[in-house]
């Protein structure tokens, strides 16, 4: 699940969220560790301008210090930038610190990586948005060799130029997972040659078909194999029957009812599902990680 409160567009933030903290998100990441789930996510945008403030919010929290927090107060729960963009920093200082991420984490990490959208942000930080395509395949070839085994990683691109300096700690990793977020077809295109996973972003269910056989497709004429995680995003959901209005495209209903509805997306070959469950506090959030974890999660 991708966590609240640390991003908070109106696309998706619940009104609780503004006025919760890091005490929420411990209580929250806490559950999600008790109940089972795979992963929890974390935004990445570094500063929001004015013209988007109403509608995205200014509150996004730094996802490597944000898991980094988290780590220390789970156990198992695996913790994914959703998505990092990597094309606003120097893939050293990126490696540096996600790197950390998964040494003090244990080898929770997974790399979700995507290339940005706001114009203004690349333009404070000196970096051409018109080229954050480019950028970004560039900082995967260079993350791949910052981030694996060697100390003194090397890497010789036509934007990033490295050798001779090393970086410890190692990720306790021997391969960090790299997930591209995105669907448009350059995204699709970048997490089928270039990714461990695909991250997609908002696609319906009626459009998932297509994109995961484009996405075989384009692996099976590069000669990739080995394992490719596709992922989704599901529809909002709320565990039993609600007594309050949760909206028209929320799933709701008992667990088999539920586990039914989500087995859909296995048929369709994806493998790994991101939840969000609509609530309206902290702790009607965590009784609903707790029941799916404990009800739904068996029946899938």
């Known amino acids: 699940m991708?966590?609240?409160?640390?991003?908070?567009?109106?696309?998706?933030?619940?009104?609780?969220?503004?006025?919760?903290?890091?005490?929420?998100?411990?209580?929250?990441a806490r559950a999600a560790d008790r109940a089972g789930f795979g992963y929890l996510a974390g935004c990445d945008h570094v500063a929001i301008p004015r013209r988007l403030a109403a509608a995205m919010s200014t509150v996004?929290?730094?996802?490597?210090?944000?898991?980094?927090?988290?780590?220390?107060?789970?156990?198992?729960?695996?913790?994914?930038s959703h998505v990092a963009i990597v094309g606003l920093r120097h893939p050293l200082l990126t490696a540096k610190q996600y790197a950390t991420l998964d040494h003090l984490s244990g080898g929770r990490l997974i790399l979700g990586v995507g290339a940005g959208h706001?114009?203004?942000?690349?333009?404070?930080?000196?970096?051409?948005?018109?080229?954050r395509g480019p950028v970004l395949d560039e900082c995967l070839d260079a993350l791949r060799a910052a981030l694996g085994p060697e100390e003194f990683p090397e890497h010789h691109g036509k934007l990033y130029d490295f050798e001779g300096?090393?970086?410890?700690?190692?990720?306790?990793?021997?391969?960090v997972p790299v997930w591209v977020?995105?669907?448009?077809?350059?995204?699709?295109?970048?997490?089928?040659?270039?990714?461990?996973?695909?991250?997609?972003?908002?696609?319906?269910?009626?459009?998932?078909?297509?994109?995961?056989?484009?996405?075989?497709e384009l692996r099976e004429q590069g000669g990739?194999?080995?394992?490719?995680?596709?992922?989704?995003?599901?529809?909002?959901?709320?565990v039993g029957t609600p007594r309050w209005e949760v909206g028209?495209?929320?799933?709701?209903?008992?667990?088999?009812?539920l586990a039914e509805s989500l087995r859909?997306?296995?048929?369709?070959?994806?493998?790994?599902?991101?939840v969000r469950f609509r609530s309206r506090s902290r702790s009607e959030l965590t009784d609903q990680i707790a029941a799916f974890g404990a009800e739904v999660a068996p029946e899938l």
Do not use: C, N
Request: glycine share 10%; net charge neutral; charged share 25%.
């Open 224 to 238: 990739l194999q080995g394992p490719f995680t596709v992922g989704a995003i599901v529809e909002p959901l709320y």
């Open 264 to 274: 859909a997306y296995r048929a369709m070959g994806v493998h790994q599902i991101q």
């Open 165 to 175: 300096l090393g970086q410890r700690p190692r990720p306790a990793q021997d391969r």
């Open 118 to 131: 706001v114009q203004e942000e690349f333009e404070a930080l000196g970096v051409d948005f018109r080229q």
């Open 60 to 80: 996004w929290y730094d996802p490597v210090a944000t898991l980094a927090f988290l780590a220390a107060a789970t156990e198992r729960v695996r913790l994914l």
């Open 2 to 28: 991708q966590l609240p409160v640390q991003s908070q567009s109106t696309l998706y933030a619940e009104g609780w969220e503004a006025e919760a903290g890091p005490d929420d998100l411990l209580e929250i």
């Open 181 to 216: 977020g995105g669907s448009s077809p350059p995204a699709v295109r970048r997490a089928a040659l270039k990714g461990d996973g695909w991250l997609p972003q908002g696609d319906p269910r009626d459009r998932l078909p297509g994109q995961i056989a484009r996405i075989r």
């Open 248 to 257: 028209r495209r929320t799933l709701t209903g008992g667990p088999r009812e």
